[in-house]
């Protein structure tokens, strides 16, 4: 039921009652009720009463619509429909000769059309202010009418909504990292309680705020400096502090290389990084990062060069000769580039080296080795090449290599040493004159008089024979028996003398055992003979 609409029936009493009632010195008008608050095109009953002992005329003086809906005697209600905007109807009444009148304040109330929060910027730096507008069209009376800025659930501030069919209340905010991706939204509240009616309130849609952190400095980026052609290398491109990190963009190109970072995050750091290849191009070439994050970029520029230094040419004439060539080892660089040749005469800077030298069998396996340096962007490189001569010489075989007199202890140990030198290499056999047996080469443990003799050593290869003569003596001892005689001597004697005492000893018991014996029997014999004595 619309507040405005009371009972036809009780303000008709009411306004009975105040008729009934004289005023303070004759004729008064009055209104029931003093004062309505309706819906904006609602409608309102109003009850204009006199106090006059006589009837009176009575009417309402208003520009809406009206319509007289019941009287009495000194009083008359009217409705008054489709009320638009506040009004103020005069009741007037005339009693005798006495005019007065009294108004009725009517208000309308409405609850505004539109509530919208307007767009946010899209990414809003942490730290710094910014501004909310909350849109209000419509709503009365905006005495009554407030907004309210809500972050999530949360009131975040209220202003009052000033006069005007659309108004923007603007709202000041410190952006917070906790606000990234938080919902924003206006509230109007209409607050008719004081009129006896309720609180009322119109939400505008949700936005959500995006906010961010991009530290103006620390953007670094690791990379080669000097790179040559061709080669691939990786590139790290790293940021702290930046919030949200995973939300960041990374761009990274050599030249108009576009490369593909890998990105990583951990925490408020931000890790990107590429491979890079090198094209085929020398010079110097800008390698670039860059960091997007909100609306806001941050970029890093190396300059890198690329270089092209092919290792020097070295070459030997011939990579195996026999003994007493000439060789000639040559070096050469590449363009820019200096050598340096090892043994050869030094020049500095010279962009090629020579060297010729009468092969020797020392030479064999002798390495050549050949430097070459290139200054790139103020950094000296180098490149090295080493070749291997082979000299052909031999065989050789002599008191160096094998010996040609060895004398032993036997029963020693002892170690053999016999080896031939020759490129290629050569084959060695030794045999013993004689019978042929073949020279125990290595360790001899221990040393036996059979190997003694002497041997014919033949080192063989393509580019020769190399003989050598081996003696092998064995001094052993002949002189044994000498010592052995006196000692089987002496032994045989003791053994000899011991038994010669022992049968003496034998010898000299049993002579005494044989008296004692003669004794006894002697003794027998003399009782035998003796004639026996009658009892
Ligand atoms: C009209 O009202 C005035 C003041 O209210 C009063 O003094 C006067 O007597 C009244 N006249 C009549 C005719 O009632
Ligand atoms: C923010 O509002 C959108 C749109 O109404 C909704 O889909 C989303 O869930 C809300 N987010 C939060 C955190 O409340
Ligand atoms: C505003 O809120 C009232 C109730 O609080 C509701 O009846 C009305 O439809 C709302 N207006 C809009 C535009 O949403
Ligand atoms: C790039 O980062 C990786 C991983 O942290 C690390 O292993 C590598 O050494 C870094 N490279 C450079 C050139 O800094
Ligand atoms: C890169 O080279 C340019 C000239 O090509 C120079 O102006 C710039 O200072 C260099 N940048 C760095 C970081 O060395
Ligand atoms: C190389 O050296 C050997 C021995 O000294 C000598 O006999 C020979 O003539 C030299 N060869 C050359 C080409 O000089
Ligand atoms: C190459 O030679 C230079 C000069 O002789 C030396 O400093 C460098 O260590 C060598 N590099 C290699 C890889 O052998
Ligand atoms: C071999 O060596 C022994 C002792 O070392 C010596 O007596 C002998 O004369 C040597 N023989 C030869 C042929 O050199
Ligand atoms: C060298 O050895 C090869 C094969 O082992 C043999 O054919 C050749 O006759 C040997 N030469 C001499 C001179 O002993």
Same mark, same amino acid.
């Given at each position: 039921?619309?507040?405005? &609409?009371?009972?036809?029936?009780?303000?008709?009493?009411?306004?009975?009652?105040?008729?009934?009632?004289?005023?303070?010195?004759?004729?008064?008008?009055?209104?029931?009720?003093?004062?309505?608050?309706?819906?904006?095109?609602?409608?309102?009953?109003?009850?204009?009463?006199?106090?006059? !002992?006589?009837?009176?005329?009575?009417?309402?003086?208003?520009?809406?619509?009206?319509?007289?809906?019941?009287?009495? *005697?000194? /009083?008359?209600?009217?409705?008054?429909?489709?009320?638009?905007?506040?009004?103020?109807?005069?009741?007037? #009444?005339?009693? #005798?000769?006495?005019?007065? #009148?009294?108004?009725?304040?009517?208000?309308?109330?409405?609850?505004?059309?539109?509530?919208?929060?307007?767009?946010?910027?899209?990414?809003?730096?942490?730290?710094?202010?910014?501004?909310?507008?909350?849109?209000?069209?419509?709503?009365?009376?905006?005495?009554?009418?407030?907004?309210?800025?809500?972050?999530?659930?949360?009131?975040?501030?209220?202003?009052?909504?000033?006069?005007?069919?659309?108004?923007?209340?603007?709202?000041?905010?410190?952006?917070?990292?906790?606000?990234?991706?938080?919902?924003?939204?206006?509230?109007? =509240?209409?607050?008719?309680?004081?009129?006896?009616?309720?609180?009322?309130?119109?939400?505008?849609?949700?936005?959500?705020?995006?906010?961010?952190?991009?530290?103006?400095?620390?953007?670094?980026?690791?990379?080669?400096?000097?790179?040559?052609?061709?080669?691939? /290398?990786?590139?790290?491109?790293?940021?702290?502090?930046?919030?949200?990190? +995973? =939300?960041?963009?990374?761009?990274?190109?050599?030249?108009?290389?576009?490369? *593909?970072?890998?990105?990583?995050?951990?925490?408020?750091?931000?890790?990107?990084? +590429?491979?890079?290849?090198?094209?085929? =191009?020398?010079?110097?070439?800008?390698?670039?990062?860059?960091?997007?994050?909100?609306?806001?970029?941050?970029?890093?520029?190396?300059?890198?060069?690329? @270089?092209?230094?092919? &290792?020097? !040419?070295?070459?030997?004439?011939?990579?195996?000769?026999?003994? /007493?060539?000439?060789?000639?080892?040559?070096?050469?660089?590449?363009?820019?580039?200096?050598?340096?040749? *090892?043994?050869?005469?030094?020049?500095?800077?010279?962009?090629?080296?020579?060297?010729?030298?009468?092969?020797? +069998?020392?030479?064999?396996?002798?390495?050549?080795?050949?430097?070459?340096?290139? %200054?790139?962007?103020?950094? /000296?490189?180098?490149?090295?090449?080493?070749?291997?001569?082979?000299?052909?010489?031999?065989?050789?075989?002599?008191?160096? !290599?094998?010996?040609?007199?060895?004398?032993?202890?036997?029963?020693?140990?002892?170690?053999?040493?016999?080896?031939?030198?020759?490129?290629?290499?050569?084959?060695?056999?030794?045999?013993?004159?004689?019978?042929?047996?073949?020279?125990?080469?290595?360790?001899?443990?221990?040393?036996?008089?059979?190997?003694?003799?002497?041997?014919?050593?033949?080192?063989?290869?393509?580019?020769?024979? &190399?003989?050598?003569?081996?003696?092998?003596?064995?001094?052993?001892?002949?002189?044994?028996?000498?010592?052995?005689?006196?000692?089987?001597?002496?032994?045989?004697?003791?053994?000899?003398?011991?038994?010669? @005492?022992? @049968?003496?000893?034998?010898?000299?018991?049993?002579?005494?055992?044989?008296?004692?014996?003669?004794?006894?029997? %002697?003794?027998?014999?003399?009782?035998?003979?003796?004639?026996?004595?009658?009892?």
């Amino acid at each position: 039921m619309a507040p405005g &609409a009371a009972h036809p029936a009780s303000l008709a009493l009411l306004a009975l009652l105040g008729a009934l009632l004289p005023g303070p010195g004759g004729a008064e008008t009055s209104v029931q009720p003093p004062k309505a608050i309706i819906p904006q095109g609602g409608s309102v009953r109003v009850t204009c009463s006199a106090s006059c !002992d006589h009837p009176s005329i009575l009417g309402l003086e208003t520009e809406l619509t009206k319509k007289e809906v019941d009287h009495g *005697e000194n /009083w008359k209600t009217f409705e008054l429909t489709n009320v638009l905007s506040d009004s103020t109807p005069k009741c007037f #009444s005339t009693c #005798s000769e006495n005019q007065s #009148s009294t108004s009725v304040s009517i208000i309308v109330y409405r609850f505004p059309e539109h509530v919208k929060l307007a767009p946010l910027p899209t990414w809003q730096p942490v730290d710094e202010h910014f501004i909310l507008t909350c849109q209000v069209s419509g709503g009365a009376p905006r005495a009554h009418l407030s907004v309210m800025l809500l972050r999530g659930e949360e009131v975040l501030e209220r202003q009052p909504v000033a006069k005007g069919e659309s108004t923007e209340v603007m709202f000041t905010v410190l952006a917070k990292r906790e606000d990234h991706g938080v919902n924003f939204s206006c509230r109007t =509240e209409l607050d008719l309680r004081s009129e006896g009616l309720g609180l009322f309130q119109n939400s505008s849609a949700p936005r959500k705020l995006q906010t961010f952190v991009l530290p103006m400095t620390g953007l670094h980026l690791d990379t080669l400096r000097i790179v040559e052609v061709g080669t691939q /290398w990786l590139v790290n491109c790293t940021l702290d502090g930046l919030f949200p990190a +995973a =939300e960041a963009e990374v761009h990274m190109a050599l030249g108009d290389q576009k490369l *593909e970072p890998k990105i990583m995050n951990h925490g408020d750091s931000l890790l990107a990084t +590429a491979w890079v290849k090198s094209n085929e =191009e020398e010079g110097t070439q800008h390698l670039v990062c860059q960091v997007t994050l909100g609306d806001q970029t941050r970029s890093r520029l190396e300059n890198v060069t690329i @270089y092209s230094f092919p &290792a020097p !040419d070295l070459t030997l004439s011939r990579p195996q000769v026999p003994e /007493w060539t000439t060789v000639t080892v040559e070096c050469k660089a590449h363009a820019g580039a200096v050598v340096t040749l *090892e043994d050869a005469p030094a020049r500095l800077g010279a962009p090629r080296a020579q060297l010729q030298l009468n092969a020797s +069998a020392e030479d064999n396996g002798r390495s050549f080795s050949c430097s070459a340096a290139l %200054e790139v962007a103020g950094q /000296w490189l180098y490149k090295n090449r080493t070749l291997k001569l082979s000299v052909l010489y031999g065989p050789r075989l002599d008191e160096r !290599d094998c010996p040609g007199n060895w004398t032993w202890q036997e029963g020693s140990q002892q170690t053999l040493r016999c080896q031939a030198r020759g490129n290629p290499f050569p084959k060695l056999k030794c045999s013993r004159k004689g019978d042929g047996a073949s020279l125990p080469i290595g360790d001899l443990r221990p040393v036996k008089r059979e190997v003694a003799g002497t041997y014919l050593c033949e080192a063989n290869s393509s580019r020769g024979v &190399a003989k050598r003569e081996v003696v092998v003596n064995v001094i052993y001892h002949q002189n044994i028996p000498a010592i052995i005689v006196p000692v089987v001597a002496v032994i045989t004697l003791g053994a000899v003398g011991t038994a010669a @005492y022992i @049968y003496y000893r034998k010898l000299k018991k049993q002579k005494y055992e044989l008296q004692k014996a003669q004794k006894a029997w %002697e003794e027998s014999v003399k009782k035998l003979n003796t004639p026996a004595t009658p009892p």
